[in-house]
């Protein structure tokens, strides 16, 4: 069955680095659009960036230019480089894979059948 796990979450403080990772199985991971998402206390789970099969890559306004999403098919991976964290960012972030291309379209939660169980990320000020 599919598998996504995720690591690299922890407590920074703000203006630090992280990087998150994320490792498929039981998929064909170099056809599936994958995406980061996060949830903080008492919110809806949002899109933070996606990166189709051709390596074309989406990003929230908010994470514009501080985050970074890119994989690595050979290695069935996907990340999150997370630069000049804020508190604002502090939240559980979940890989998630759709089949086939398109990701521009696809950044609600619902239109992801696979996730992973989720990494958190704490930011201190």
């Known amino acids: 069955q599919v598998q996504l796990v995720e690591s690299g979450g922890g407590s920074v403080q703000a203006g630090g680095s992280l990087r998150l990772s994320c490792v498929a199985s039981g998929l064909s991971y170099s056809s599936y659009c994958m995406t980061w998402f996060r949830q903080a206390q008492g919110k809806e789970r949002e899109g933070v960036a996606n990166i189709d099969t051709d390596g074309s890559t989406w990003y929230a306004e908010s994470v514009k230019g501080r985050f970074t999403i890119s994989r690595d098919n050979a290695k069935n991976s996907l990340y999150l480089q997370m630069n000049s964290l804020k508190p604002d960012d502090i939240a559980m972030y979940y890989c998630?894979?759709?089949?086939?291309?398109?990701?521009?379209?696809?950044?609600?939660?619902?239109?992801?059948?696979?996730w992973g169980q989720g990494t958190q990320v704490t930011v201190s000020s």
């Open positions: 998630a894979a759709r089949g086939g291309g398109y990701c521009y379209v696809f950044r609600h939660q619902s239109q992801y059948k696979y």
